[in-house]
C-alpha cells in the first residue's frame, strides 16, 4: 500500500532537468575505482540499485579534474578523454529510470598528499594543514586558471558521457573550500580577500562550464557552510556567495561544512535524536531565504517525517543522504510504499572501506 503523499515523492526542477522526487544521494566516494582513476563496473552496480531504489538524484562520488587533485586511492579520474568511454557506462546504469545522475567534479588541493598527486599539494595559500601534515604550495594565478579550465573540461567529459549534470565540490577542505575560506585564502589578489574576490574562482568555473556545455547543462555545487574554524568561513558569507554564483546560473546548492583541519567534516558519528538530524540544515535554511534555486538540506538525515518536516517548513527543497543509501539503496523506494520510515544506519562511519563502501554494521550484525 502506498503512503499517503508527502511532498518528499514530488518533482523539482533543478536548472533544465526534472528530478522526480527530493531525496539526493549525496556525493559519496565508493573505493571502486581502477587505481589510475578508470570507474569500474561495480560502480556502474551501485548507481543501477540507487535508481532502482528511486533515488531522484544520484551524484557519484568525486571525481578529480587534474591528478594533483586526487585525494585517495580507488577514487574516479575524470582529467582525460580517456576517461569519457568508462563514465558513458556509470551515466548509462540509471538509463531508463526516472533517476538523474551528476557527476562530483574534485580537486582535493592540501587535502591530498604527495603519494597521490605526485608532487606538494596545491592551494590558494601556503598554510599548513595541521590534520595532513601538508606545507602546500601557493598557487600562482596561471595555477589558478588552469584549475578552471580543469573544471570546465570535466564538465565537458561529464556531458559527452551522457551525465545529466555536474556538481562542483567546495566544501571540506578541498581546493575550491579553501578558496572561499578567509582562513585557507590569504591572498591579496583578485583571487583573495573580499567574499566577490574568494568566489571568483567559482565564478569563472561556472560561467566557463555554461559556455562549454550551453546554459542548459544543469550545475549544481556542494557548498561549505561553515569549516568549524573561528577564523574560518561564516554562513553569512557563505550565503552572500552562493547568491553571487546563483546570479551566474547556478542551478542548485547542497550545503555542507567541514574542514580536516577543524577536526569535524560532515560525515559525523553517533546516533543523534531525531530533532538533531539534518545537522547542516540549520544553515540550509540561511541559504534558502537568500535564494531562489532549489538548496538541499544534509548531514545526518535518517527519519522520513523529519525530512518531510524539513520541506514543508521551507528549510529546504530536497534532502540529501550518504550513509542511509549505504546502509540501503532500496531505502526510498521503501520510504515511498511505507516499508520504512527511519534508516537503520547508525553513522558509524565502518562504511568507509578503502576496498569498496559497504556496511560495516551489517557485516558485522550477520
Ligand atoms: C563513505 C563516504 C564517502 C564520502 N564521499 C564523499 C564525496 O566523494 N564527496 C562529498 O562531497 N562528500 C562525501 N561524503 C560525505 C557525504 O556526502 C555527506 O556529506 C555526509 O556523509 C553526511 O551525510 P549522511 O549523514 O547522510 O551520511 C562521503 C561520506 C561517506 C560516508
Ligand atoms: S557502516 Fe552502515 S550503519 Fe555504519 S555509518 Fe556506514 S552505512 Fe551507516
Redesign the pocket.
Known sequence: MARPPSVLFTPIQVGSVEIPNRFVR????EFMAEDDGTPTERQAEVYRKLAEGEVGLIIT??AYVNPEGKASPRQTGIFDDRFIGPLSRLSSAVLGTPSRIFV?IAHAGRQSKKRLCGGTPIAPSAVFDPSSKVHPREMTAADIRATVEDFVQAARRAQEAGFDGVQI?A??GYLLSTFISPHTNRRTDEWGGSVENRSRILVEIIRGIKTVCGPEFPVII?LNSTDFLPTGLSVEDAVAIARILEAEGLDGVEV?GGMAESGRG??WQGLRAEDEEGYFTENAAKFKAALKIPVSG????RTLAVMDKFIRQGRADMI?????L?RDPFLVRKFRFGEAVKSECV?C?K??NPRG?SCGDLKRAK
Open positions: 549525496s556525493a559519496t566516494h562520488g568525486h562530483q565540490h566544501a571540506h556542494k555542507s560532515s560525515v544534509l548531514g545526518g538525515n540529501s543522504l550518504s550513509r542511509p549505504i553513522s562511519n562504511c568507509f563502501i
